[in-house]
């Protein structure tokens, strides 16, 4: 294997379990624990304690058990358990989302993508998992011990340093590089503020894909993307997974389904002094009337604006 292997930077491992890594312990009702597993020590429970070295250089899929006979399955951990378990100190993006993103951004081995902000490095992860070694991903994050969170996530997953990956401190509008990039993501509360920037670093046809918690985030940032002009009309969605369980007769959704976690926009960049062709129609009724602050479209006319306007203003 040599170093632009995706495999060494993919953060699974596979053969005997070695001290030095962390393993998944679930019991019979699907609590789990994690292990970094240490030569010599115990791990104890309230049914009794379970050596580190009845693991160590076993394979994974086994069943361990305590003292007290409580048992135990032990696995690595997968990369969507794993983001959403390790510490963060903001919000993460949820691997059903986070899955969506590598389709819809259309990420790809090798790709060169833009992020901010980083926050605890869950995005991050699915990100270099997809781009590999010789891709590169440039993160930006404007809270320094934010920063200092996703790196250490990163780094305990991938075991060491992905060689794609750099991270710099600051508002990314302040501090984004001079270099071009095929896609970026934002995640953060006013994405907006961003779109100039990742309009000037974008190369024609990349993708810029917004993930944001509330309906008016989405709305602002799709009007300050169509109001920038030379991106494609963006493309809004929510992904919605339902589990379910099947036991016999008894199928039913499972309790417990995630709800809402955020929503999707996707837009691509036009090549440079291309304007997207105009789609003639009216505003929807109420969409510009007097309560809307963000920025106008292009594609609305003077006089179906000021006839909005007065909609909305009879409508009260
Ligand atoms: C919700 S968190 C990102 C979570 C991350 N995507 C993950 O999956 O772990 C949003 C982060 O964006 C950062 N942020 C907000 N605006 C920013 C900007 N203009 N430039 C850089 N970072 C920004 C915040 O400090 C915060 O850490």
Redesign the pocket.
Known sequence: MTDNDPAVYSGVHTGALRAGEWVALTDAKGHRKSLLLQAGKVFHTTKGGLAHDDIIGRPEGIVVTTAGGLQYLVFRPLLDEY?VSMP??????YPKD?AQILMKADIFPGARVL????????????LLRAIGPTGRLHS????PE??EV?LANVEQFVTGTHPAWTVTI??????VADEQVDRA?L?????W??VDVVGDVLVPGGILCC?V?STTQMGRVSDAIRAHGGFTEPKLSETMIRDWHAEGLAIRPAHGTTAHTGFLVITRRLAPGVEAPLRKRRPAPGAYGPDYQGPIPRNVRAEHLEANRRRSEELG
């Open positions: 983001m963060r100190e903001a919000a993460v993006i986070a992020e901010a902000g980083v926050g605890s490095g869950a995005m991050s992860l699915a930006y994050e404007r809270r934010f920063a996703a600051g508002d990314l509008v302040d501090v993501i995640d953060m509360l006013a994405p503020d961003c993930y918690a």
